[in-house]
Each structure stands twice: as C-alpha cells, then as structure tokens.
C-alpha cells in the first residue's frame, strides 16, 4: 500500500468484513505473517500453491470463476495486486477508490477510472485532511461489465 491512511483502512476494513476478499499471492504474502484477512473468506489466484487451511486456493481464472459463483457479488471484493487489478477490473461492477491527493513515487498505478468511458462517478465524499495527507472515497460504476 503506497500510503498508510487510518481512515482509508477503517473504510476498508467496514466495507470487507465478513465478506469475500480476492487477491493475487504476492498481496496474501505482503500481510504480516503472510496469514489471512480476519473475519472474511480469502481467496487467493496462486497458481503453483500448497493447499492451505486459512485461504481457498484458485489455480486460474476458471477456477475463480467457479469459486465465486458460489457467492453473491455484492459479498466479493478484489484487493490487489496490480496485475490482479488490471485483470478483474473490466468483470467488476463496483470500484471503491480512495484519491490522495499526494505523489506517492510510486512504479504502478491503477487505471484512472475518470478516463475509461465505462466507468462513472457515482458518490465522492468531501475532501478529507487528516493532518497528513488530503483524500476523498470515491464509488465508481461499471456501466457494461463484463460476466465472469
């Protein structure tokens, strides 16, 4: 995560738990521990992984697929990494994106939803100064995803 924001990651935290979470390897193993999301399912594309007990494994995009047909897509939130995103962003519905208003240096980005014609804003929150950085949550929509 390019910056560590309080307020970002109780959002993320409200609007996760007790959900599905989805994400690639490298992002399960950047949690401390490499252990799991507490009090959600966690899903991870890892394809050449030992079975696990804390997270379902999917080897590919078919067995995701499979995987989370089994639950509401409302429940189903896909958290990085970069190349994750980029895959899963065209199936997706729904894009909560928090905008800071800083330059992290960071080497990859994700997509400006403003310059893709299928995505709208739907709700941005007043811009918020917590004293470090300036930001504002915003909802997105897909208006024609694409069926997974």
């Known amino acids: 995560m390019l910056f560590a924001i309080p307020e970002d ?17 490298n992002t399960l193993k950047s949690f401390p521990g490499g252990k799991p999301l507490k009090n959600r399912v966690n899903i991870v ?15 590919n995009l078919d067995e ?3 995987t989370l047909s089994a639950y509401d897509t409302d ?3 896909i958290i990085g990494g970069a190349m994750f995103y ?16 800083a330059d992290g240096q960071a080497q990859v980005f994700f997509e400006n939803l403003d ?7 739907e709700k941005e929150s007043e811009l918020i100064n ?3 950085y300036e930001f504002s ?9 694409k069926p997974f």
């Open 9 to 25: 990651m109780k959002f993320f935290r409200e609007t996760t738990l007790n959900k599905v979470v989805v994400m690639g390897s």
């Open 45 to 59: 594309l890892w394809p050449d992984a030992d079975e696990r007990d804390d997270v379902v494994i999917v080897r």
């Open 64 to 66: 995701l697929s499979k």
């Open 75 to 77: 429940d189903v939130f």
């Open 86 to 101: 980029k895959t899963m962003l065209p199936y997706c519905d729904t894009a909560y994106i928090t905008k800071v208003r």
């Open 115 to 121: 310059e893709l014609s299928c995505w709208s804003l």
């Open 130 to 132: 917590n004293g470090q």
């Open 137 to 145: 949550f915003c909802t997105y929509k897909n208006k024609n995803p």
